[in-house]
């Protein structure tokens, strides 16, 4: 019986040892070929971004469309994340900002849209992500704009109405929250740590579950299971990652009141996007304080056929209710509907800023 088991298993096995040195030696030629594009990037242009994100996402996409199975469309972008982000690694190793400490949801969020082969750079707060960006310490930061429980993370939003970065890339994630403890129960617990938007998206259930124990705001999920690895008397609410990370057990998990609770990031860097043919564009716009100015706003997207996605107003601190309006779009600036629709707005506000066209997840 045994004996038959293996003798079916072995000719599989050796087949997959066979697949597995082609793909090393493929994977070989790759790099070597990336590092030769690297070399004439260099030539042409010596301090000029090696990331392309357009570039990347077409690579992706171009094979899950030719792709016919088993191998999932998740499962190539996975894969092929890794394969780039080593491929660009070999040209120059891509240094990313994002809110840590170690097993944040950004840093999770960060090794998903770059891959592993970059340089981190965790910083304590999204002023701080913007700043490292901003002064060429890191080359991209990503940031978190959306979740789908909380709406709008309004310090993003208010970072990138003074940022000179643009959008490259978005990435969204699906947020699954943990209690832990250093030793897996809360006996001795005497308060709960998590960053803000998590305490909002699990505020059911600590009320239903924890009604007792009081709940503090940490810097950031990742800085909450930190601080609970150190102080038994911390339970932190944060990502099966950080509990890796810190080395903590998990006490209850997926925590967070929808099942499906996501968060949308942005990859934000110096850099202009080129078309893809599947983007999405970014804009902030302030209209004046007048009968029907959103309407006029949003007309001339209608007029060219653009389709919104996105809307989210913020206050413009003027103590006038006045706004600023948060607008995604579908399709990239340089393409005639949306160049059109972006002129014929310009027109109708007071204030108007392109926050980035990039390719869609
Ligand atoms: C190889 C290149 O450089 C980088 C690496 C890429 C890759 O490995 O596919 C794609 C885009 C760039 O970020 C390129 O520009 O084509």
Known sequence: MDDSLQARLLPLRQRIDTLDEQI?????????????????????DEDGPVLKPEREAMVIRRLQQLNKGPFTPEAIDAVWAQIISTCRGLESVLTVA?????????EQAALEHFGHAIKRLRCSSFDEVFRAVEAGQANVGVVPVENSTEGAVNRTLDLFLSSPLKVLGERSIKIHHNLMTRSGTLEGVTRILAHPQALAQCQGWLSRNHPELPCDAASSNGEAARLASEDPTVAAIAGTMAAHAWDLQIVASGIQDDPQNRTRFLAIGPIETLPTGNDQTSIILAVPNRAGAVYDMLAPLAANGVSMTRLESRPARTGQWEYYFYVDLIGHRNEPPVARALEELKKEVAFFKVLGSYPRQ
């Open 24 to 44: 090393l030696e493929l994977l070989n030629q790759r790099a070597a070929t990336a590092q030769e594009v690297g070399k004439i990037k260099q030539e042409f």
């Open 98 to 106: 994002y809110l840590g400490p170690q097993g944040s949801f950004s």
